[in-house]
């Protein structure tokens, strides 16, 4: 037992002095991180390596550990937001619309048809922002800078749809408990039917680029599988699920925000490599232009937030007229809106996977206890052994695939 | 008569070298420019117009940059890399016919540094040394990453070495001399090898890629993997010399690619141009004409760079031993048949 809590360095060495008395060789030992590109962000493999072969890693977590969950004991639910933009920053309005639920599910609060659609087309658009990255800085991975360059500029048209709905780009914080801050102004409506304009178009080219491309193909396929029994007994839930062939979706096992409403297919795979998952991420993106389209069509009428004076701040011409808007606008604006007791589970289909949101109140304004279920987490666990025997380059391609993003890996 | 020579190949040498520099200079701010076109971008733009004075800013800047050295258990070595890198890929120029002669003022001058028979195993030597620049700097570097590298880089050129060997030999077997002015000559006319040996000049263009270390080759120094590979550790213009030294081997393989296959100088109705506007404009136009055809071929570097990902070590290799050599030898048979057969006929 108490060679396993040495430091890897020191574990290795007796690996290393015996294979130099066996054979001669001479294994090393490769520092990949904490700030290697390729691990775009912060975390730190040591890797035992003969040659370019991995024999063994040892991850380590925690460089940018933030400690939000303990903030969020201390903060008002609203304040919490903003954390949750910087768990997976690269589709913070998922994280924001599922902190919102989960606040709604802890309160009982029913939002109109029409916030859930709107909903669901930002969490889409988020859901392609952060595939876009992914599969893209894949192929910058492995040497294809262009198709990269091509994708990216529609991420910027996403981030200009969500700057139009809420002020911010990466870092959202967008919405209320209950809905939106405002309704959406025709300029949202017109960029979000620009983007599902063009969007196809580039995506067709990025996917012409790279889903045929032999070199491509080879440095993907078979490259840090991991078996559909293996995937699920680490946790694994998302794009990186369905890789390996299950058919896991929150969207469709565990509805939220009217997900039930739309028709969608779940992409899965078959191997569970890195091919795979590029591939299950590409389809899902057409999935989800399928489902914005939908929105669109059925949208209904209605307000753009429920009807919860004393959780939603009051228009600020009432705050400055009537009494009740005034002590509900103080009362929200100072953090002062206690919370039933409860204890709420909720599950929302991320960029990446289940991102669940626990949450424990006791009854005061601040959360008791607060959980981010963060998908990142759980497949950085499963990387090792992914790439155990694998090449250098290998390794860099599946961990740009697993789309580990620093940001939720560490809360 | 002893001095007008060292004179007038002085003179030549030194435009040589001031043009592979210019070209090697202007192949960094074309690279830029033609990814940014690939990529929907605008590219340099603020040095000068059209960014034209960008690699002279970024020559500036390296050459002010601070010097640092990193803990290395030999400095010479670590200072000798980039110097080797960068020397080799000049002095490949030496051999490289830029054009057929000109007459000026009664004397006839060569277009060429020096007209040696052995020319294209020179080329080869000395493509061949410039290995030694990645993996003495890789080694010398003290670092994990920059040693990969170098091995990398030495095991792909060793391999490639090979098979750009093989291809060539068909090459020799056909024109039947190693100089590689009479190469350029024997191809006056239509008569470009490329057309009697396109096996032959794809598996050369795969390997002087690899040579040069470029996409999908560029193993050695692929930044997700390897952090720059052997340059990590270099900075200001220890580093400027080894990108500087890839850009002039690339407008050095270019060079060789043309003459070597795509006709030199030559250029469809060249006797025509010279019965009618005097042998000098039509060599001169000659020279313009293999630019033009060095042009497109570090265009063509560069297009693939932005294309198509890198390989991975493995399958380097693989491609390397087992698709090219096998190639290459096949290439050799099949030549000396239709040799032998066109010789009975």
Known sequence: MSELLLPPEQRYASVINQRRNEDGSELSILNLGPTHPATHGIFQNILLMDGERILDGESTVGYIHRAFEKIAENRPFYQITVLTDRLNYCSAPINNMGWWMTIEKALGIEVPKRVQYMRVIVMELARIADHIICNSVLGVDTGALTGFLYVFQFREKIYEIYEEICGARLTTNMGRIGGFERDWSPAVWSKIDAFLEEFPAAWQEFENLLVRNRIFMDRTINVGPISAEKAMSYGFTGPNLRAAGIDYDIRVAQPYSSYEDFEFDIPVGKSGDTYDRFCVRNAEIWESLKIIKQALAKMPEGNFHADVPEYYLPPKEDVYTTMESLIYHFKIVMGEIPVPLTEVYHPVEGGNGELGFYLITDGSRTPYRLHFRRPCFIYYQAFNDMVRGQNLSDAIATLSSLNVIAGELDA | ?345
């Not at chain 2, 960068?86 to 490949?92: G, K, N, R, W, Y």
């Not at chain 2, 003459?259 to 060249?270: C, D, R």
């Open chain 2, 1 to 345: 008569m002893d001095s007008a020579i060292i004179i007038e190949k002085g003179i030549f040498i030194t435009v040589i070298f001031a043009i592979t520099m210019l070209m090697a200079m202007y192949s960094t701010w074309a690279e830029r420019k033609v990814a940014a076109w690939l990529q929907d971008r605008v590219g340099p733009n603020r040095a000068g117009p059209l960014g034209l004075f960008q690699p002279l800013a970024d020559g500036l800047k390296l050459f002010s940059k601070e010097e640092f050295m990193p803990d290395t258990p030999n400095k010479f070595l670590f200072i000798l890399g980039p110097a080797i890198s960068m020397s080799m890929a000049l002095i490949t120029s030496a051999v490289i016919p830029w054009g057929d002669t000109l007459e000026i003022a009664g004397s006839t001058v060569v277009l060429q540094a020096t007209d040696i028979d052995v020319a294209l195993l020179y080329v080869f030597a000395v493509l061949s040394t410039s290995v030694y620049g990645i993996m003495i700097g890789g080694w010398a570097s003290n670092n994990k990453y920059s040693l990969m590298s170098a091995l990398r880089a030495s095991s792909q050129m060793i391999s490639y070495e090979v098979a750009m060997g093989l291809s060539i030999i068909a090459l020799i077997m056909m024109s039947g001399t190693l100089s590689l002015r009479e190469m350029a000559a024997q191809q006056h006319g239509m008569n470009w090898n490329i057309f009697y040996q396109p096996v032959g000049f794809l598996i050369f263009l795969v390997c002087s890629f690899a040579e040069t270390n470029r996409t999908p080759f560029d193993l050695a120094e692929c930044e997700a993997e390897l952090i720059g590979g052997h340059h990590t550790e270099y900075s200001s213009m220890k580093m400027g010399f080894y990108l500087f030294g890839e850009y002039a081997a690339m407008f050095i393989s270019s060079a060789i690619l043309s003459i070597l296959y795509f006709g030199a100088y030559n250029y469809p109705g060249m006797d025509w141009m010279a019965e009618n506007a005097g042998a000098n404009i039509a060599n001169i136009l000659g020279i313009v004409v293999l630019f033009v055809k060095i042009c497109f071929f570090i265009f063509f570097y560069m297009w693939i760079r932005w294309t198509i990902p890198r390989f991975r070590y493995d399958q380097l290799m693989n491609l390397g031993w087992k698709m090219l050599i096998p190639l290459a030898i096949a290439n050799i048979v099949l030549t000396g048949i239709i040799i032998i057969i066109a010789d009975k006929l």
